[in-house]
Every structure is written in structure tokens, then in C-alpha cells.
């Protein structure tokens, strides 16, 4: 009913990124007035990522939060009300830049993350996720069993140790974390890690 919503159209574009038709992504974002729409600035961002712009999407990420600090405030100046915050939004940001090959800025928007909002776990591991990639196995897996010692039923922890174990060669604790969340799950393994 509506083909030229915002919403619609950044929901298209993506649709076509995901298919790898980034030209065609193009032309649909093009189409939205808005351009300093956050979903619209994400766009431009990870396009900026694609071509190995590290920089303008850095810069394109934190313009879009302080837009967001930005309205929380307004938000609770004016109305009263409870900002969302940004945590969200720094886990994926961290996520994109860890899938587009740069640790060390996807590390930055992650330690921004306080130790007491629920994204805080989810933060640790992708940082762990970021140390690995720099052959910095002994503090990846240091970070894992951090957030193992507050939520020992945590699966993608388990298994990011069990990983971790196995690149530092640490055959038993590796069989250790798979069995761990084998039981968890109440399955056996017939395979060693």
C-alpha cells in the first residue's frame, strides 16, 4: 500500500545486499528522501564497510549515535520518558565490523557496553571474538570463561571455548567445554572435539 515508505524501501535495498546486488541496493536507498534516517545512515555505512572503508564507517557510526544520545535526551527532557539507549546498537555495529574483517574498531563500540545492561555478555564474547582474530587465544578464552562463571548455560559461549581450546592445543578442557554443553543439552557425542 505504501511502496515508497522508508521503511519498505530500506527493507528492499537490504533484501538485495543480502543477494549481493549492491547496485540495485543503491538505487532503492536512493529513493528515500531521508537521508539522514538512521536505518538509511546504517546503510551507507556497511556500503562504506563493503568497499573496505573502514573510516567513513566509523564516522557514518558515530554520527548515527549521537543522533540516538541525541533523542533519548529529548525523549526524557520532554516527555518524561526512558531512553532505549544504545546498546543495541553497539552490539550490532560491533558485529558488522567483525564480520568485515576489522577487530580493533569493532572492539572499540563494544567497550562501550556497561557491565550492567543485559547486551554486556553478548559484548564480551564478540570482544573475545575480536582477540581471536588477533592469535590472542590465552585472553579470548579468559573472556569466555568470564561470562561461563555467571551463565554456565550459555551455548555460543561454550562452543567459542571449546574453539578456543582447540587452538591453543588444549585438547582436554576442549573435550571439557563440548562435553559441558553436551549435557546441557542432554545429547552425547560420540566424536572427540
Known amino acids: 500500500l505504501h511502496p515508497n515508505d522508508p521503511e519498505i524501501l530500506i527493507r528492499r535495498a537490504y533484501r538485495y545486499k543480502n543477494e549481493g546486488r549492491w547496485n540495485e541496493a543503491d538505487a532503492v536507498v536512493s529513493q ?31 554520527k548515527v549515535l549521537q543522533s540516538e544520545k541525541d533523542l533519548d535526551s529529548r525523549l526524557l ?60 587465544y590465552i585472553e579470548a578464552r579468559a573472556q569466555a570463561e568470564k561470562i561461563l562463571d555467571e551463565n554456565p548455560y550459555d551455548l555460543d559461549t561454550w562452543l567459542f571455548a571449546a574453539e578456543m581450546n582447540h587452538e591453543l592445543k588444549d585438547f582436554d578442557k576442549c573435550t571439557e567445554a563440548a562435553r559441558s554443553e553436551e549435557r546441557r543439552v542432554g545429547k552425547e557425542c560420540s566424536e572427540p572435539c
Open 77 to 136: 527532557a520532554e516527555e518524561n520518558e526512558q531512553p532505549l539507549g544504545v546498546n543495541d546498537i553497539l552490539i550490532e555495529i560491533g558485529e558488522l565490523f567483525l564480520d568485515y574483517g576489522h577487530p580493533d574498531l569493532a572492539k572499540k563500540y563494544l567497550e562501550r557496553i556497561p557491565e550492567s545492561a543485559p547486551e554486556y555478555p553478548r559484548a564480551v564474547l564478540l570482544s573475545a571474538e575480536a582477540l581471536s582474530r588477533h592469535g590472542q
Open 32 to 62: 528515500i528522501d531521508d537521508k539522514e534516517n538512521p536505518d538509511v545512515q546504517f546503510y551507507y555505512a556497511e556500503r562504506a564497510l563493503s568497499r573496505m572503508r573502514f573510516e567513513e564507517a566509523d564516522s557514518i557510526y558515530e
